[in-house]
Each structure stands twice: as C-alpha cells, then as structure tokens.
C-alpha cells in the first residue's frame, strides 16, 4: 500500500510489459542518508530528476510505492531525514529490471 494514503498498489510485469494499478503510480527510490559508505551520492539524478545510480549499486535503504507523484511529494516532504527521486513507471521498471534482472521479464 501507498504509504500515504493506505490505498492499494499492484504492479505486474509479464513478458518485459507492466501494467500498474493505479495507473498513476510512482516509486520513490532514496535513502536515509544523502552519501554512500563511499561518499558519492546515493541517487545523483539527472537533469529530469531521476537517480542516475541503480539501487543495487547505492546504499538506498527506501524504495515505496506511491498511488501518485503528489502523494510521493507529500510523503517525502513529511520525512526530511529521506532524500531521494521520485520516479516515473518507465524509470522504475528500468530500476526495477537493473535489480532483478531477468526475474521482471
């Protein structure tokens, strides 16, 4: 669920295509802290917003699912300890597919 709003979530991924439910989903992908053990930042985003890092190669300990890009927005702006991007379907399934590889298609 959004953790928001309590609202409901599903994502399925069939054959490389998603479909999410809502259809308005998004996927915050950050962390507690804005540096690496490293000290590179956990998500540099890119000129659109998005982390330019994949999960599985950063420290980001917070990945949730929101219903929409405004409650994400909320959530982040209700928890100042947590940096991070919010990140579109598109950019989530490529996170998503970086972390899990083969296990999505």
Do not use: Y
């Amino acid at each position: 669920p959004d953790p928001g709003t309590g609202h409901p979530i599903h994502v399925t991924v069939h054959n490389g295509h998603a479909t999410w439910e809502p259809d308005t989903a998004v996927v915050i992908d950050g962390s507690t802290t804005s540096t690496t053990e490293s000290g590179a930042a956990c998500c540099p985003p890119d000129d659109a917003g998005a982390c330019t890092v994949p999960a599985a190669e950063s420290c980001c300990g917070v990945m949730n699912f929101f219903t929409d890009a405004g409650s994400a927005h909320d959530w982040l702006a209700a928890h100042p300890h947590v940096t991070g991007a919010v990140l579109n379907r598109t950019q989530a399934l490529q996170l998503g597919t970086a972390i899990f590889g083969r296990l999505l298609l």
